[in-house]
Structure formats: structure tokens, C-alpha cells
């Protein structure tokens, strides 16, 4: 397969766990720079309530990897993006795998996608954009939660928040 530059790939060697980078340069055709675009946990030591299992967030780190290295093509929208191609990821992306649905919230490596989102950026050891809360409840929005969209100010709001 060959790749070029601004395409998204899922990649791993033996020292690190999988990661997704945006790919900046390709050097001799061996090997590839990238931006690294890294699971929430990775970044914070911990995924926050209101990160969905397809979010990654946008770090400052790059990194030089074997072209061999590169498992397959991804693709990493903004959540704008996302939003408006999957009403409901987790079902729309995976289907019906119950099994992999029990095993969302203990995934320790990168979800299994081909598709994943981002709205943050990590630079100088704080999260760009600041998020606002939604609905009712005042959570902050989670891509893999269900919504419903006021018709007047298409604010998405929990079906449970406003029954």
C-alpha cells in the first residue's frame, strides 16, 4: 500500500503501543514522519467521562517510524465531522459485536476503528479548546452517548434529561 503525505495511519513497533499519526513526510520510502494524534488516557493518565472510544486527542509530539511499520490507513475527523457521519458510532462503526461491547470501557490499547475524531489539542500541558457542557445535565458532550437535537437551536440534549 502506498502512502503519502496528510494521510492518517495506525501504526506500532515493538516498543509502543498502536498509535494514529497524520503523516508529515515520507523519507527514502522507508520511513515516515508523523504528527501523533494519542488516545485521552495516554495524554491525562486517565479517559475522562466525556471522551468517546473513538477520540483522540492532537499532541505536539512527532515521531519517525518505519513505513513497515504502518498496519493500515485510518481516518481522523473533527467532531463536527464525525457527528454528522455517525448518529450513533458505536453501533454504526462496530454493528451488532455485543462482544466487543462489553469490552468498551476496559480497551487498554487504541480502539479498534477505522474511523476516530478529534477536538482537543495537548500543548503546554493543558487541553485546548476548554469543553462546554450540554443538555440539562450539564455534561460535556460524548459522541458515543445517545442524543436528540433541539429543531430551534440544534443543542443535543440526553433523551433521559428531557422525558
Known amino acids: 500500500m502506498s502512502y503519502k503525505q496528510n494521510d492518517f495511519v495506525l501504526f506500532a513497533n515493538p ?46 509530539e512527532t515521531a519517525k517510524e518505519f513505513l513497515s511499520n504502518v498496519i493500515r490507513k485510518v481516518e481522523v475527523l473533527r467532531l463536527q465531522e464525525f457527528k454528522a457521519r455517525f448518529e450513533n458510532p458505536v453501533k454504526d462503526i462496530l454493528g451488532d459485536d455485543s462482544q466487543l461491547y462489553s469490552k468498551l470501557e476496559n480497551f487498554a490499547e487504541l480502539f479498534p476503528s477505522d474511523f476516530y475524531f478529534f477536538r482537543q489539542k495537548y500543548a503546554n500541558h ?8 450540554v443538555c440539562v445535565c450539564q455534561k460535556v458532550f460524548n459522541a458515543d452517548e445517545e442524543y436528540s437535537y433541539c429543531p430551534k437551536c440544534k443543542e443535543p440534549f440526553h433523551p433521559v434529561c428531557i422525558r
Open 126 to 133: 493543558q487541553l485546548l479548546p476548554e469543553l462546554k457542557p
Open 15 to 60: 516498543d509502543k503501543k498502536r498509535q494514529v499519526g497524520k503523516i508529515t513526510t515520507i523519507q527514502k520510502d522507508s520511513f515516515f514522519i508523523c504528527n501523533v494524534y494519542a488516545r485521552p488516557e495516554a495524554v491525562l493518565g486517565q479517559r475522562q467521562s466525556y471522551h468517546s472510544h473513538f477520540e483522540l486527542i492532537r499532541t505536539e
